[in-house]
Protein backbone atom coordinates (compact mmCIF):
# COMPACT_ATOMS: atom_id res chain seq x y z
CA UNK A 1 0.00 0.00 0.00
CA UNK A 2 2.86 2.26 0.80
CA UNK A 3 4.77 1.26 -2.28
CA UNK A 4 1.08 2.55 -4.36
CA UNK A 5 1.39 6.22 -2.68
CA UNK A 6 5.18 6.35 -3.24
CA UNK A 7 4.90 5.47 -6.80
CA UNK A 8 1.85 7.56 -7.63
CA UNK A 9 3.15 10.64 -5.72
CA UNK A 10 6.68 9.98 -7.56
CA UNK A 11 4.75 9.93 -11.18
CA UNK A 12 2.67 13.50 -10.17
CA UNK A 13 6.02 15.08 -9.85
CA UNK A 14 7.60 13.72 -12.77
CA UNK A 15 4.76 14.85 -14.81
CA UNK A 16 4.23 17.64 -13.41
CA UNK A 17 8.49 18.48 -14.22
CA UNK A 18 7.37 17.91 -17.26
CA UNK A 19 4.55 19.93 -18.02
CA UNK A 20 6.34 23.03 -15.85
CA UNK A 21 9.98 22.46 -18.36
CA UNK A 22 8.36 22.60 -21.86
CA UNK A 23 9.32 25.24 -23.77
CA UNK A 24 7.08 28.19 -24.01
CA UNK A 25 5.54 28.82 -27.22
CA UNK A 26 6.36 31.23 -29.85
CA UNK A 27 5.21 32.76 -32.82
CA UNK A 28 6.95 31.16 -36.26
CA UNK A 29 7.61 33.71 -38.18
CA UNK A 30 8.86 37.33 -38.70
CA UNK A 31 7.26 40.65 -37.02
CA UNK A 32 8.74 43.87 -38.24
CA UNK A 33 7.86 47.69 -38.23
CA UNK A 34 9.97 50.78 -38.91
CA UNK A 35 11.25 53.45 -36.24
CA UNK A 36 12.79 56.61 -36.70
CA UNK A 37 16.56 56.82 -35.64
CA UNK A 38 18.68 59.66 -34.48
CA UNK A 39 18.73 61.36 -37.82
CA UNK A 40 15.43 61.24 -38.15
CA UNK A 41 15.81 58.23 -41.31
CA UNK A 42 13.50 55.50 -40.85
CA UNK A 43 14.94 51.82 -39.56
CA UNK A 44 13.37 48.61 -40.06
CA UNK A 45 13.11 46.52 -37.08
CA UNK A 46 12.31 42.67 -37.04
CA UNK A 47 11.47 40.44 -34.37
CA UNK A 48 11.84 36.83 -35.04
CA UNK A 49 9.94 33.83 -33.50
CA UNK A 50 8.35 36.14 -30.40
CA UNK A 51 6.98 34.89 -27.52
CA UNK A 52 3.50 33.83 -27.72
CA UNK A 53 0.92 35.35 -25.79
CA UNK A 54 3.26 38.38 -23.73
CA UNK A 55 3.31 41.77 -24.25
CA UNK A 56 6.42 43.10 -26.21
CA UNK A 57 6.93 46.83 -25.19
CA UNK A 58 8.59 47.91 -28.22
CA UNK A 59 12.22 49.30 -26.62
CA UNK A 60 12.70 51.50 -28.86
CA UNK A 61 9.83 53.22 -28.05
CA UNK A 62 9.36 52.39 -25.29
CA UNK A 63 9.22 55.59 -23.26
CA UNK A 64 6.59 58.16 -25.22
CA UNK A 65 8.05 61.24 -24.11
CA UNK A 66 11.36 60.30 -25.62
CA UNK A 67 10.18 59.09 -29.08
CA UNK A 68 7.86 58.76 -32.07
CA UNK A 69 5.86 55.63 -32.07
CA UNK A 70 6.94 52.80 -34.30
CA UNK A 71 5.07 53.01 -37.45
CA UNK A 72 3.79 50.50 -40.83
CA UNK A 73 4.05 46.93 -39.08
CA UNK A 74 4.23 43.41 -40.58
CA UNK A 75 2.86 40.42 -39.27
CA UNK A 76 4.68 37.70 -40.75
CA UNK A 77 4.26 35.08 -38.04
CA UNK A 78 1.61 32.28 -37.89
CA UNK A 79 -0.18 34.17 -35.39
CA UNK A 80 -2.43 37.64 -35.04
CA UNK A 81 -0.86 40.54 -33.69
CA UNK A 82 -2.49 42.78 -32.12
CA UNK A 83 -0.12 46.16 -31.86
CA UNK A 84 -1.07 48.95 -29.41
CA UNK A 85 -0.57 52.59 -29.31
CA UNK A 86 0.79 52.47 -26.08
CA UNK A 87 3.45 50.42 -24.15
CA UNK A 88 2.68 47.76 -21.72
CA UNK A 89 -0.02 46.85 -24.64
CA UNK A 90 -2.18 49.75 -23.28
CA UNK A 91 -4.03 52.12 -25.79
CA UNK A 92 -6.22 51.89 -28.93
CA UNK A 93 -5.68 48.42 -30.51
CA UNK A 94 -5.69 47.14 -34.14
CA UNK A 95 -5.46 43.20 -35.78
CA UNK A 96 -2.55 41.89 -38.06
CA UNK A 97 -3.72 38.77 -39.36
CA UNK A 98 -0.72 36.27 -40.05
CA UNK A 99 1.45 36.54 -42.93
CA UNK A 100 -0.57 39.52 -44.10
CA UNK A 101 0.49 42.51 -45.74
CA UNK A 102 2.29 45.35 -44.67
CA UNK A 103 0.56 48.06 -42.80
CA UNK A 104 0.36 51.89 -43.78
CA UNK A 105 3.09 54.24 -42.29
CA UNK A 106 -0.23 55.86 -40.73
CA UNK A 107 -0.33 52.60 -38.20
CA UNK A 108 1.43 53.46 -35.37
CA UNK A 109 2.04 51.68 -32.46
CA UNK A 110 4.74 50.90 -28.97
CA UNK A 111 3.91 47.40 -27.94
CA UNK A 112 2.44 43.91 -29.11
CA UNK A 113 1.03 40.57 -28.41
CA UNK A 114 0.93 37.61 -30.42
CA UNK A 115 -2.14 35.34 -30.07
CA UNK A 116 -3.12 32.06 -31.86
CA UNK A 117 -6.06 32.19 -34.38
Not at 47 to 60: F, M, N, R, Y
Not at 106 to 114: G, N, T
Request: a negative charge; one cysteine or more; aromatic letters at 6%.
Amino acid sequence: MRLRHTLAATCGTLALTAVLASPAHAATGDFGYRVTDLDGQPLLVTLQDPASGQCVTLPEVADPSASSPAFAPHNDTDEYAVVFTEPDCTGDTWTLRPHGNPATDRLKLRSVVFLRG
